[in-house]
């Protein structure tokens, strides 16, 4: 709905009163005005309903900012909704992803080096295109930060991106700098290369497959709560060094996480396709449901199952954190959950670098925990969502 004339009269005759006599105020004000008239007259709905975004959660606001986004371009194989697009190519099929992080929000420089926290921003992206069972080949960085940032500190970032670009064959080949007012702000796009029957998509799982997951999962979760129980410790009282010994695994999980490119020849190797596969980066039960959602199936996952390490148990009984929780919410595992044949279960009896936990039923008998007492819990999406901000507040901070 447009604002009348009568109505724009009286919010530029406000003005003055508000911000009285300097000419640059007054400039700002009449610059200030042009926008809200302009921006309400667009954006402003009849009803003047404010939904908030922590009622959608992120998941909920992409699938609503794109549900009208429509493929148009033949060469344009997979667009939203999956780990990466697919874009077709003679010789081979592109996959694109990109991923920000945001200082104060995805990661708190007072516990994360900057060659970690550069390290890092590569390998999840690498991440995303082995969840395609592509290989990653290129990435662009652009990042924002502000005048608190001197060129060492970059340069120490930059050299954990290289790292992790040359253990993982990767080419950084462009991206953008500029100013923040405020924080570091990391934005990164990835390209990579798969042939176009090896590309695996969320949607492929059928019923009876056998639900996977590499390496063992919420190591990477309380790594974190282990970091931000210090830094609390530490703001207390300076004097007081952290006490970090001796949980070198569940840190290195957290701060130095790596892409699970190995375990695609694992499957390759063993003649082996995944009918479906995500990368465990928002936790077990989570990455699960976007499977059965893009498939339109359930599936059972067994808590027993579910690979755990010592140390991550250790550490869940020390915060009083069963650590079944930590695997389903933690996240920033980034580990490979697939689904295969069963037909396929002979080939993969042996292979200790994966585990099977569950398998893919119909839509209607829906997405459920099996506990250790044999009860049925229905799984819920719990791990980090960037608009939830109570449980994130908490969580990732």
């Known amino acids: 709905m447009q604002k009348s004339f009568s109505d724009r009269k009286f919010f530029l005759n406000k003005i003055p009163l508000l911000l009285r006599k300097p000419a640059v105020n007054l400039l700002q004000a009449f610059l200030f005005s042009i926008n809200y008239i302009t921006f309400a007259g667009m954006y402003r709905k009849p009803s003047n309903k404010r939904t908030e975004l922590s009622e959608l959660g992120e998941f909920g606001l992409i699938k609503h900012l794109t549900m ?55 390998v999840v992206n690498f991440s995303d295109i082995a969840a395609m069972n592509g290989v990653p ?49 990391i934005c990164i796009t990835v390209i990579g290369r798969a042939i176009k029957e090896d590309i695996t998509y969320r949607s492929g ?72 596969m995500i990368d465990v980066s928002d936790g077990l039960a989570s990455e699960i449901l976007h499977i059965c959602d893009a498939s339109e199936k359930g599936c059972s996952i067994y808590e027993d199952k579910i690979p755990i390490d010592a140390a991550t148990i250790m550490m869940a009984e020390e915060f009083k954190l069963d650590p079944t929780i930590a695997a389903l919410s933690g996240g920033e595992d980034y580990e490979l959950l697939f689904t295969v044949k069963q037909d396929d279960y002979e080939k993969l009896k042996n292979v200790s ?11 209607s008998a829906g997405v459920n925990l099996i506990s250790r007492g044999g009860t049925q819990v229905p799984l819920t999406a719990q791990g980090w969502d960037a608009f939830m901000k109570s449980k994130n507040t908490d969580d990732k901070n």
């Open 205 to 276: 799982a059928n019923v009876n497959d056998i639900v996977y997951v590499s390496g063992d999962l919420g190591a990477a979760y309380v790594g974190l709560l282990l970091l931000k129980r210090e830094k609390q410790v530490f703001l207390a009282n300076p004097e007081i060094q952290p006490e970090l010994s001796g949980h070198d695994y569940i840190l290195e999980r957290q701060l130095k996480p790596e892409a699970r490119t190995n375990i695609l020849k694992i499957l390759k190797d063993c003649g082996v396709k995944p009918t479906s």
């Open 68 to 122: 009208d986004c429509e493929i148009s371009i033949p060469s344009t194989l997979k667009g939203i909704g999956d780990d990466a697009a697919v874009i077709s190519s003679n010789g081979g099929e592109f996959l694109v992803s990109t991923d920000l992080l945001l200082e104060g929000v995805h990661f708190d420089l007072s516990y994360v080096p900057l060659k970690h926290l550069g390290y890092k921003a590569a």
């Open 137 to 185: 080949e290129q990435i662009t960085v652009s990042i924002a930060l502000s005048n608190r940032f001197p060129l060492e500190a970059i340069e120490e970032f930059y050299e954990g991106i290289n790292m992790a670009c040359k253990k993982y064959n990767v080419d950084l080949v462009g991206g953008d700098t500029s100013s923040s007012v405020a924080g570091l702000f």
């Open 353 to 363: 670098e994966i585990t099977p936990i569950g398998h893919i039923t119909e839509a």
